[in-house]
């Protein structure tokens, strides 16, 4: 224990802890390597994984295509969390004290469609995990390594195992409300830690360390595995060999850009940065390339400069509104609210066409659109943060269109992606079907 009465590990148990970790982990890459490793295994293991550890790989994300290792740390990450949830619960004084601390509420917080928290948190987050769905790299590379019939069955199952993780662990943050606990410093980022450590014992501390360090690692693996993969197929095999890449070269490529990419982000770790803002500084970035990716997989006039320019202009001026680099008055703030309210028609028109197709979601963007022109000018700006978000999405589509509209450049033909990316190795069919042991097919 602490001065603040809770439990801190000193920096030779952490180190333990992470030893073991990642030594467990390492242990588990070699049992499952390849002696001779391939570029469609190390980017998206070529249509070879089944249901189940896809399903597992997507709710814990993976390791280069490994699903067996991100499979392992899923089966971790849930039991530990069946484990800490209800024993937090039952060491803060059980069901009865956390009702009888509901009851201390203000009407604000007691209020489940409270305007406030919809639109400061909830309507914002909501924006940037389902961007993240959308458009980011790493869900893209499931559909390639899941087996095509299982492509659906795993994307709903995912979603609902990630769901569940995530509103049980929320879960300790209602307790502290309920019970009173202040986050340490007014951090909101050590608030669950604060929980697990005031009200457990070491052992579940370490549990739930276990946990955190999990998931933070399982998803920085997945991104890594992203990145390494538009490096390799992108940058090197497209723009750098000009579609004639060489294979170790790009096995080379993927590993330096992991060890760079690591580097990276341990330094960026270290600004100590608050948790919720990054939340929704990366669902912008994500939001930006929603409307690009998915119109890009469809309409084969949009070009890679409007690709990449929506995307640069959006970031951009989610920034402005995010941070108010302008006065966010008069006929500037109008414009960000017009923007806002595109990206709410680009949110629901896109769900709706996931669901029920492309007519549907036109129908309902413009539905949207017009709501949102209508009811929303003149109201969004007093909540900044959710305008942002949504400009992000509105600005990239806004861009994305008008530039592929006045190309002249000649339309993609979609029948070169499989001879382009499809297979980067001279290996036959067996040598691919060997990729994943046995026991996953």
């Known amino acids: 224990m602490n001065e603040n009465g809770f439990t801190q590990f000193s920096t030779i148990t952490v180190l333990l802890l992470l030893a073991a970790f990642y030594g467990g982990t390492y242990l588990l890459t070699l049992l499952i390597r390849k002696e001779k490793e391939d570029t469609s295994g190390f980017m998206v293991a070529g ?58 509420m203000t009407d604000e917080q007691a209020n489940l469609f409270s305007v406030e928290a919809i639109m400061n948190q909830g309507a914002p987050f909501f924006v940037a995990v389902l961007a993240y769905a959308i458009g980011n790299q790493t869900i893209s590379q499931r559909l390639f390594a899941v087996r095509e019939k299982n492509i ?112 990276a982000g341990l330094i960026f770790a270290s600004f100590s940065l608050d948790i919720l803002v990054m939340l929704v500084f990366v669902g912008a970035l994500w939001g930006a390339i929603v409307f690009p990716v998915i119109v890009s997989c469809y309409w084969d006039r949009v070009t890679n400069s409007a690709f990449t320019w929506s995307v640069v202009v959006a970031m951009a001026l989610f920034c402005i509104a995010r941070f108010e680099l302008l006065e966010m008055t008069g006929m500037t703030v109008l414009a960000f609210e017009i923007l806002a309210s595109v990206g709410g028609a680009v949110v ?89 042991p046995e026991g996953a097919k």
């Not at 129908?363 to 009811?375: E, H, K, N, P």
């Not at 007093?382 to 949504?390: G, N």
Request: hydrophobic letters at 55%; aromatic letters at 8%.
């Open 152 to 263: 659906k069955s795993t994307f709903v199952t995912a979603t609902i195992g990630y769901g569940a993780i995530v509103i049980g662990l929320g879960m300790i943050g209602l307790m502290a409300l309920s019970v009173g606990v202040e986050p340490i410093d007014g951090k909101m980022n050590n608030l669950i830690p604060q929980m697990v450590s005031t009200y457990l014992s070491p052992f579940f501390v370490a549990l739930f360390f276990i946990l955190v360090i999990g998931s933070l690692s399982s998803t920085a693996d997945s991104d890594l595995s992203a990145l390494s993969t538009i490096m390799m197929a992108d940058v090197y095999g497209k723009n750098i060999a000009k579609d004639n890449p060489n294979p170790k070269v790009m096995m080379l490529v993927g590993r330096i850009t992991m060890i760079v990419a690591t580097v």
């Open 47 to 104: 249509h070879h994984v089944g249901f189940g550890m896809g399903a597992a790989s997507m709710t814990a994300t993976w390791i280069r295509a490994s699903v067996f290792t991100d499979f392992a740390q899923l089966v971790a990450l849930m039991a530990i969390a069946i484990i800490i949830i209800p024993a937090v619960l039952y060491s803060a004084g059980g069901p009865s004290v956390m009702v009888e601390g509901l009851s201390k």
């Open 348 to 436: 629901i028109g896109m769900m709706v066409f996931g669901f029920f197709g492309r007519a549907a979601g036109l129908v309902a963007g413009a539905i949207t659109l017009v709501a949102m022109l209508m009811f929303a000018t003149g109201f969004l700006r007093d909540y900044m943060v959710l305008v942002a978000s949504l400009t992000a999405y509105g600005a990239s589509a806004v861009v994305c269109t008008a530039m592929t509209l006045l190309s002249k450049e000649e339309r993609f033909d979609f029948d070169l992606i499989k001879k382009r990316v499809g297979d980067y190795d001279d290996a036959d069919s067996e040598g691919t079907a060997g990729l994943i």
